[in-house]
């Protein structure tokens, strides 16, 4: 083991549903490289309780890090995040807003007649910078749409499930340009 220097990150929280500082809000510090043999690593976790909506993560070694916060209200989760590096100094005045999220309608086409394991065919958002989603799974309907609801902000891939062994996801293209490899942004 060696001694390593570690710092801060200090921010606030704002929520826009309620117009107020975010109290309640949940603030997950993850690493963005996890180690492929462990299970995943939800880093530090933390719940906003300052009447200012300010937070403090201590003890940051340098590196890059996805800064999520998560809100949640009725059974629905409001969420955001955002990539944080930690060089060699407190990392201060991050700014969390957790805001309503977007419906993002979209469409599976098929090359051939569609082929599917099961009777059901979904797709998941996945952020890039985590190995977990806070989003619920969409529904393909029988035309083939989905609507991936209340997004927030964030970097995602889009995981197909339910197609049959023998079929692959040729092409993922969000606002007109293929996504599969880089993931698309939700701002």
């Known amino acids: 083991m060696q001694k390593v220097l570690v710092y801060r990150i200090r921010g606030r929280v704002y929520n826009q549903i309620t117009h107020k500082p975010g109290i309640g809000t949940n603030i997950i510090l993850t690493a963005k490289t996890q180690n492929q043999n462990s299970e995943w690593d939800a880093g530090y976790q933390i719940s906003v309780q300052k009447q200012d909506g300010s937070f403090e993560i201590p003890e940051v070694v340098p590196g890059s890090y996805a ?20 060089g060699n100094a407190d990392v201060e005045g991050i700014a969390v807003t957790i ?33 977990i989603t806070f989003h619920g799974v969409a529904r393909v309907d029988p035309g083939n749409f989905f609507t991936l609801k209340d997004m927030g902000e964030g970097t995602y891939r889009a995981e197909v499930q339910g197609q049959s062994k023998d079929c692959y996801v040729k092409d993922v293209r969000y606002a007109g340009s293929s996504v599969l490899d880089d993931g698309f942004t939700v701002s």
């Open 67 to 86: 800064l999520s916060g998560l809100w949640f209200e009725e059974g629905r989760v409001y969420s955001t995040t955002i990539p944080i590096n930690v």
């Open 99 to 131: 805001a309503p999220g977007v419906n993002i309608n979209g469409q599976i086409l098929w090359e051939g007649k569609p082929s599917l394991e099961k009777d059901e065919l979904t797709v998941m958002p996945m952020p890039v910078d985590l190995d």
